[in-house]
């Protein structure tokens, strides 16, 4: 089999699955993803040596994670390519972190806007406050499955 019947393989077996269902394969059985054009990315950490992830024409991609002796594949609702899908792709296929990115951000715009006050109380509620209205944000904004 080709590098490219390898691949055309693998992701029409992945989009076959719901989102974020690993498949797995025996590192030794299929080339490695890079060879196939999935390019390095980050990703969650699950004990895998490296990230890649491939685009797929509608927007979605398929991400494969490399371990000791297999490849895990799925398939994200969001291609991550911009700034803008990050956030979307944190919202729709990570949304724990999603929920921790909105509040962490609302307590950084907390401490920010408190500052100039150089009043510790004040800098705390304002960091609680914002910090938890942001985590309800999240919370009510992410896209859970």
Same mark, same amino acid.
């Given at each position: 089999?080709?590098?490219?019947?390898?691949?055309?393989?693998?992701? !029409?077996? &992945?989009?076959?699955?719901?989102?974020?269902?690993?498949?797995?394969?025996?590192? +030794?059985? =299929?080339?490695?993803? @890079?060879?196939?054009?999935?390019?390095?990315?980050?990703?969650?950490?699950?004990g895998?040596l490296?990230?890649?992830?491939?685009?797929l024409?509608?927007?979605?991609?398929?991400?494969?994670?490399?371990?000791? !002796?297999r &490849?895990?594949?799925?398939?994200?609702?969001?291609?991550?390519?911009?700034l803008? +899908?990050? =956030?979307?792709?944190? @919202?729709?296929?990570?949304?724990?972190?999603?929920?921790?990115?909105?509040?962490?951000t609302?307590?950084?715009?907390?401490?920010?806007?408190?500052?100039?006050?150089?009043?510790r109380?004040?800098?705390?509620?304002?960091v609680?406050?914002?910090?938890?209205?942001?985590?309800?944000?999240?919370?009510?904004?992410?896209?859970?499955?």
């Amino acid at each position: 089999m080709t590098t490219k019947s390898y691949l055309y393989s693998i992701i !029409n077996e &992945v989009i076959s699955l719901p989102p974020h269902e690993e498949i797995r394969y025996n590192r +030794n059985d =299929i080339p490695e993803p @890079r060879d196939m054009g999935f390019e390095e990315t980050i990703g969650e950490p699950a004990g895998q040596l490296a990230d890649d992830r491939i685009s797929l024409e509608d927007g979605r991609s398929v991400h494969a994670r490399t371990y000791d !002796n297999r &490849v895990g594949f799925h398939w994200d609702k969001v291609h991550p390519d911009s700034l803008e +899908n990050c =956030i979307e792709h944190l @919202r729709r296929d990570s949304p724990f972190l999603y929920v921790a990115g909105c509040t962490l951000t609302g307590a950084g715009l907390g401490a920010l806007m408190s500052a100039p006050s150089k009043k510790r109380d004040v800098i705390i509620k304002s960091v609680l406050v914002l910090g938890t209205v942001m985590f309800f944000l999240g919370v009510f904004t992410a896209e859970w499955d």
